[in-house]
């Protein structure tokens, strides 16, 4: 029974084990993109100002764009703050130079078409863990709304004050595939998580290879005896 038990052992350890390796060497490899060099510039987003049609502003996963031919050309737009990936960018719907732009952490407004931005300040509830921004809506009134990844955040009056609005359902499930997230990626433990979760896979990767090691010496000490 016991050699049966380590033949078993055996076969399906060398079947899983190459996908397992394949799986715990990208997994690492995923927490630490910066390796593969930096990131493409990829256009996120994409604008035509209503009162000057050759002026296009367009947004991507590092800042802001300006074109005033169409899209021919392209000149960077300088932030004072990094927004993150440009999500959306909308013209105000009463012919003025209002426009908002709409990062993954933050939200910026320009009143002279894009050239001069500042930052709008989310004023949320204390406690209110907001997550990050997903789309942006401005009514004909110029109500402003914010979508995030945790509900609405809304503004009647340009940004001064906001308003927010719960959207989830369903929390039990909610709490507990973001448990799930949180000890897969090693983020419940803030800074050191990322560190113990490579550490861990790291060392899965060592077992695998000593398994490997371990069938290969055992197998070439038999065809010894054996001639």
């Known amino acids: 029974l016991r050699k049966k038990i380590f033949r078993w052992h055996k076969t399906i350890g060398l079947i899983i084990g190459l996908p397992m390796l394949l799986t715990v060497v ?69 012919n003025s130079p209002l426009v ?64 927010t609005q719960e959207l989830t359902s369903q929390e039990s499930e909610s709490k507990a595939l973001a448990l799930v997230h949180d000890l897969h990626t090693g983020y419940w433990m803030e800074a050191v998580g990322p560190g113990v979760i490579t550490i861990t896979a790291v060392g899965t990767t060592f077992l695998v290879f000593s398994g490997f090691l371990m069938v290969f010496l055992r197998k070439k000490k038999e065809r010894r005896r054996s001639d």
């Not at 910026?108 to 809506?137: K, N, Y």
Request: proline share 6%; aromatic share 10%.
């Open 100 to 163: 908002y732009a709409l990062g993954q952490d933050a939200l910026l407004v320009s009143h002279d078409s894009g050239r001069i931005w500042e930052m709008l300040q989310l004023e949320l509830p204390a406690g209110t863990r907001w997550r990050e921004f997903m789309d942006l809506c401005l009514g004909s009134d110029g109500t402003l709304i914010v979508l995030t990844k945790a509900g609405l955040v809304q503004s009647k009056d340009g940004g001064l004050s906001w308003s």
């Open 26 to 94: 990208t997994g690492i490899l995923l927490q630490y993109p910066q390796l593969f060099g930096p990131d493409p510039e990829i256009t996120t987003a994409l604008a035509i100002d209503p009162l000057q049609p050759d002026h296009w502003l367009r947004g991507t996963n590092f800042g802001l764009h300006h074109s005033f031919d169409q899209g021919s050309t392209w000149q960077e737009a300088p932030l004072m703050w990094s927004p993150g990936s440009i999500q959306k960018l909308v013209f105000s719907l009463d």
